[in-house]
């Protein structure tokens, strides 16, 4: 199962039909608790990845029979950081997410509840979703139901201030659509943050195995198209995490669609198109390049067609 996903809007709507919640920079969860025989939580990324070793402070989610939709999110001077949870996402080994769960812990910020007890919700308004979780008193330092408010606009200027994400405007008719994009629900982001796949990487100046630079490109039906290089945001430990998922993805020729400019392509090292990260920039120049591009973190929670543009 794949969560419901939220369209870009323009304006924030307003009228009693309406729930406005903070927009968390985060990796979105699906939370599958089962009691009884065979019990346990299992936790899905946005791709149907099964992340449970990851985040082993979530196995104690407490109730019944639940599926939950929310965000994990780390703190980082007391707010959601996305690359503060990078270091998180990336783990498989269960003694490594131990550790690192006690020294930067998680909290899982629910936002929807679609199973409650062998009953099916999905189909039921978010209204009537909403008040059944706010009954359930996940109330905890790793697990919590935040808040919805009336007034999108306020919210969206406080989050602005307070240098959060921004905000989900959501329709409480709405029922929820598994996988779907939806205009029911709709976002509004502060920050120009896009998500691109990596075709190749380049070495840091004076060196021949420190990631410098990342080749990225954008995901297309006839294949992948170059956006631009990006080396702002990669040092530090990041290039070795980097080179880690990178090398076994090399490959002899470029990805792209389109030719690589020389100044870009040399001494690149080419790679499947498949890792995913995310970027801050100030958008496309007339070239259909990124201007002023920064990294900010890997997208374990996403694939390349994840990012592929509806028609």
Known sequence: MRPMLATRGTRVPEGAGWRHEVKWDGMRILADVRRGPGAGVRLT???????????????????RDLLLDGEVVALADG???FAALAE??????????AVLAERAPV???????????????????LAARRELLDGLGLDDVCWQVPATYDDGTML??????QGLEGIVSKRLSSRYEYGARSRHWLKFPHRQRTSWVVGGWRPETGSTNRVGALLVGEPTPGGVRYRGRVGSGIAGKVGPVLRGLLDPLT???SPFL???PREDARGTTWVEPVLVVDVESLGLGAQGRLRQPSYRGVRADLG????VAEP
């Open 88 to 97: 998180r996402m990336h783990v498989r080994s269960a003694t490594r997410a």
């Open 258 to 260: 389109d030719e690589v």
């Open 79 to 81: 707010r959601p950081s």
């Open 107 to 125: 909290t899982y910020l629910v936002f929807d509840l679609l199973r409650l007890d062998g009953r099916e919700l999905a189909g039921e308004p």
């Open 304 to 307: 390349p067609e994840d990012l």
């Open 251 to 253: 490959r002899a020729t």
């Open 156 to 161: 969206l200027e406080a989050t602005r201030q």
């Open 45 to 63: 990324s946005r791709n149907e990845n099964d992340v449970s070793v990851s985040y082993p402070e979530l196995r104690g989610i407490p109730g």
